[in-house]
């Protein structure tokens, strides 16, 4: 891993012959989502974990441009960006919706028009329409097929740094409750982010609970977002004093006619209100926007067809990029936001049509496998879910959405920062400067094949261009705009910068494609015995997927969806024997999940 070596790319045909193997599918494509009982709560499902991340970025947007963009915007673009990919797509089981990378590129190009002067609809129009040329190029030419040069360095830098972000965000927010209203008001927005961050943890966290049936608490656990928003929602309705409070709520047209913008302005952009300086001022930010695009929705679309899951139709990574460019062309003229590959929507989404069986797994008699037999590959639930979306816009229900305290979406916004650290191993390693060292190998098996002080270099390396690019992100003018190159910028560091400071076995350990290349070693034990940890992490946005034989990781779109993720941990049977490192009440406690 630690040299460069690029993928053949071929220009035309490989978009031609993705196409050519995917089109006799088609037809199967939509008939075959009417075949299988899945789909229907497939579709369901994925509404549900993809609606209340989408109205959490709303309420940042909305906040952050005055309105031009808000809730309204949002949930067009993720429904009408939705049906035209479910449609088009080569692979039409990757859920596409606005991201928090996206919705922090919009408010700083909002920064940066306004620092040129320039009107801010016309110039985000724009960039869009510059970016949607560019990714159809890069498709037709086959680019795809290089990002998987991108290994975990980079994504769990930026995997972090969406987390700063949204932490940051909860907090300003938390902050106005008391620089806007009175202490009494402010104390009740602090009390409701921090009761809707502790129930989404508890709730995420519920396939671990000792009480009720398997599959309810799963399904507490998938849909831990939406319950908690509902929850908090309906308490602050219900009790008249918090009610009467003056408690923020989020704004929206609920009393407006059907498709009203949130601020009432004209859903068509006047393309020609700017400059041609500035259009051209544009195509630097299109850029930008695409470099962020090329690296957050090929992830996602990597982790979704993983060799593991059995897919059958064939995929088409190229073809699905010039799709995502096609998508972009009407938000442009309409002044909304763009969309890309969600994760872990992409990924769950594919989960939620599996049948999967648990199997034991031949290698280790006390532990289990999944064996993915088969996926319900159609366009039906895709398309289900985007429809949904669509419906949401109607105004009875839109009312409803206003009815969500602001401060519950800073308390998701919490519960997203802190999720997106969940199985980032760069966080991870973070904490070895506060571990036991006579534990810290138990928790952070890396440690016995590589030295301390090796992943204590790597870890002030990753802080050090985490800070900066965090630095210039909330840098208020800009300069912000051009965090998506910093990104970029870390893949040749990584190639180039890195081996002359680390020994290559260094790097293809603490940089593995696979997260279990380190969790599989086994070490002795200061007695002698062996002892194995094995921790095998789901694939979610802003943290680490876990992919064998790949160099990609994962990205940070949405980190609040981590919250319907499981980490699932295994531990050999001689842990029982180590009270030291796990109590046998613990031990058995971690069998049981």
Request: overall charge neutral; hydrophobic content about 50%.
């Amino acid at each position: 891993m630690s040299s460069l070596k690029l993928p053949q790319m071929r220009p035309i045909k490989d978009v031609v012959n993705e196409v050519k193997a995917r089109a006799p599918y088609y037809a199967s494509d939509w008939t075959d989502g009417f075949k299988d009982k899945k789909v229907l709560a497939s579709s369901i499902f994925i509404f549900f974990a993809n609606i209340a991340p989408a109205i959490t970025f709303a309420f940042y947007l909305d906040d952050r441009t005055k309105s031009v963009i808000g809730v309204v915007e949002v949930l067009l673009s993720s429904a009408l960006s939705g049906l035209i990919y479910s449609i088009l797509s080569g692979q039409p089981l990757i859920i596409i919706g606005v991201t928090g990378p996206v919705s922090i590129f919009i408010v700083t190009v909002q920064s940066l028009a306004s620092s040129l002067k320039l009107s801010f609809l016309p110039f985000l129009s724009w960039t869009i329409l510059w970016s949607a040329l560019m990714h159809i190029i890069l498709g037709v030419c086959g680019a795809c097929t290089l990002v998987s040069i991108v290994t975990r360095f980079s994504c769990e830098i930026f995997g972090c740094l969406i987390a700063a972000v949204y932490l940051l965000n909860g907090g300003k927010e938390v902050v106005r409750g008391f620089q806007e209203g009175t202490f009494e008001t402010g104390l009740l927005a602090l009390m409701f982010a921090v009761g809707t961050l502790w129930l989404c943890m508890q709730l995420a966290m519920a396939r671990h609970w000792l009480y009720l049936r398997a599959w309810m608490r799963g399904l507490i656990a998938d849909y831990a977002i939406p319950i908690s928003v509902t929850f908090a929602t309906v308490l602050s309705v219900v009790i008249t004093r918090i009610d009467h409070s003056g408690m923020d709520r989020l704004n929206v047209p609920g009393n407006k006619p059907f498709l009203t913008t949130t601020s009432g302005r004209s859903w068509l952009v006047d393309l020609g209100d700017i400059s041609v300086g500035g259009v051209f001022a544009a195509l630097i930010s299109g850029l930008i926007l695409t470099i962020l695009f090329y690296f957050d929705h090929n992830v996602s679309s990597l982790l979704s067809q993983k060799p593991e899951n059995n897919l059958v139709k064939p995929s088409a990574f190229n073809w699905d990029f010039v799709v995502v460019g096609i998508a972009m062309i009407p938000c442009a003229f309409l002044g909304i936001p763009i969309c890309n590959g969600l994760i872990p929507q992409a990924p769950l989404h594919v989960r939620s049509l599996a049948k999967i069986r648990i199997r034991p797994n031949p290698l280790h008699p006390n532990r289990t496998i999944e064996v993915w037999e088969r996926v319900s590959e159609q366009r039906v639930s895709n398309f289900a879910q985007s429809a949904l979306t669509l419906v949401a816009l109607v105004p009875p229900i839109l009312r409803i959405v206003g009815a969500i305290p602001r401060s519950v979406l800073a308390g998701l916004f919490f519960a997203m920062g802190l999720a997106s650290f969940v199985g980032n191993q760069f966080a991870q390693r973070t904490w070895l400067f506060f571990a036991d060292p006579k534990v810290a190998s138990a928790v952070f098996p890396q440690i016995r094949t590589v030295p301390f002080k090796d992943c204590a270099k790597l870890t002030v390396v990753q802080l050090v261009f985490l800070a900066a690019t965090l630095a210039v992100t909330e840098s208020d003018n800009a300069a912000a705009l051009s965090f998506p190159v910093f990104i970029a910028a870390l893949v040749p560091v990584r190639y180039f910068l890195l081996p002359k400071f680390f020994p290559p076995r260094v790097l293809d350990v603490l940089d593995a494609a696979d997260g279990r290349d380190f969790g599989d070693v086994a070490s002795e034990d200061e007695d002698g015995s062996e002892v194995e940890l094995e921790v095998e992490m789901a694939a979610v946005e802003g943290g680490v997927a876990v992919k064998p034989n790949s160099t990609i990781s994962s990205s940070a779109s949405a980190g609040s969806e981590k919250m319907i993720q499981e980490i699932a941990v295994h531990v050999e049977d001689d842990f029982a024997q180590h009270p030291r490192r796990l109590s046998s009440g613990q031990d058995q406690l971690l069998k049981r999940t």
